[in-house]
Nanobody, 123 residues
Framework: QVQLVESGGGLVQPGGSLRLSCAAS????????IGWFRQAPGKEREGVSCISSSGITTYADSGKGRFTISRDNAENTVYLQMNSLKPEDTAAYYC?????????????????WGRGTQVTVSS
């Protein structure tokens, strides 16, 4: 069964940085696109970034210029480097895959989700 496990969340001050990890088990992550999402209390889950199997990346406007998605196929892990964090970045962050090589256009196409890691940006 496909498993995704997020880690790296925590409490950080505004302007700080965090690197989130999405580790895959029971499947070879390099073959598939992996997306990052976030959900703040009372809000819908929203897409943050995605990386295809070939390394093509996409970003939501909220993270452009601040977030960088990357993958380490040897470690079977995808990362989300988040810099210049803002209080509005506070949310639970999830990684997901649709087991397709290209990034899906809709979050509803993602079939497998991790349990999330909490990011809190506060002074």
């Amino acid at each position: 069964q496909v498993q995704l496990v997020e880690s790296g969340g925590g409490l950080v001050q505004p302007g700080g940085s965090l690197r989130l990890s999405c580790a895959a088990s029971r499947f070879t992550l390099s073959y598939y696109a992996i997306g990052w999402f976030r959900q703040a209390p009372g809000k819908e889950r929203e897409g943050v970034s995605c990386i295809s199997s070939s390394g093509i990346t996409t970003y939501a406007d909220s993270g452009k210029g601040r977030f960088t998605i990357s993958r380490d196929n040897a470690e079977n892990t995808v990362y989300l480097q988040m810099n210049s964090l803002k209080p509005e970045d506070t949310a639970a962050y999830y990684c997901a895959t649709s087991l397709r090589s290209a990034c899906p256009e809709s979050r509803h196409e993602y079939k497998y989700w991790g349990r999330g890691t909490q990011v809190t940006v506060s002074s």
